[in-house]
């Protein structure tokens, strides 16, 4: 059942979201739109209520109640940022908005972007794991959630892999093809140059 919801709230992210913007930029209807988008949340309100009354029941904590709490972290913390992103996408394409600025690609710019993205993660991974650990207190049978804590263990893990990615733009920034070769046309140049200023005195010098 849970793993049934968990499919359906993703099905359903996509379908309000496609209805909402196209209520916003195809039938003309804006602020139907946004409300239609400002529902998407329900859905993850409606699984941590499912979640609960699984385990109030008496259900024993498994890796589908761990996979729902990470689940509602994840587009807790992302779920907006993709929102925001597709409508960007949305406005230029369909009502002839300006095109959505790009994420940055080189340098200290994609250095802060790749952070910015792995605190989203901190703060997904952060809201899970409290999840669980409130799951684990009301269980409160260490030999019943062990599986609550190992994706709490999961959680950490993305955590430190993301985090990892991010350190190495911020260590070795990616720079643009070619950089380090664009002085290397002008000194073959000023070698020529250099060549050509020479073969008047050696044309003299035979005379």
């Known amino acids: 059942m849970i793993v049934t919801l968990i499919v359906i709230c993703e099905v359903g ?3 309000l979201l496609a209805a909402g913007l196209g209520l916003r930029y195809l039938a003309k209807m804006p602020r139907t739109g946004a409300a239609v988008l400002l529902c998407e ?3 993850e309100v409606v699984l941590l209520v499912v979640t609960v009354l699984d385990l109030r029941a008496g259900a024993d904590p498994d890796w589908k109640h761990g996979l729902a709490a990470v689940y509602i972290g994840y587009t807790a913390a992302f779920g907006h940022y993709t929102v925001r992103w597709l409508d960007g996408h949305a406005r230029h394409r369909l009502a002839g908005g300006p095109p959505p600025v790009k994420p940055p690609r080189f340098g ?3 250095a802060r972007h790749e952070v910015r993205l792995w605190l989203r993660t901190v703060a997904g991974a952060g809201l899970a794991a409290a999840l669980l ?3 684990v207190w009301y269980v409160d049978d260490p030999e019943r959630t062990a599986s609550l804590t190992s994706w ?3 959680a950490g893990r993305a955590v430190l892999i993301h985090g990892l990615i991010a350190l190495s733009y911020v260590l070795w920034p990616k720079k643009p093809k070619g950089e380090g070769e664009g002085n290397a046309p002008e000194a073959a140049a000023g070698a020529g140059a250099g060549k050509d200023a020479v073969r008047p005195v050696e044309d003299r010098a035979g005379r």
């Open 13 to 15: 992210f996509w379908v």
């Open 41 to 43: 949340p329900l859905l």
């Open 108 to 110: 200290a710019a994609r």
């Open 133 to 135: 650990q409130i799951g």
């Open 152 to 154: 709490q263990g999961f």
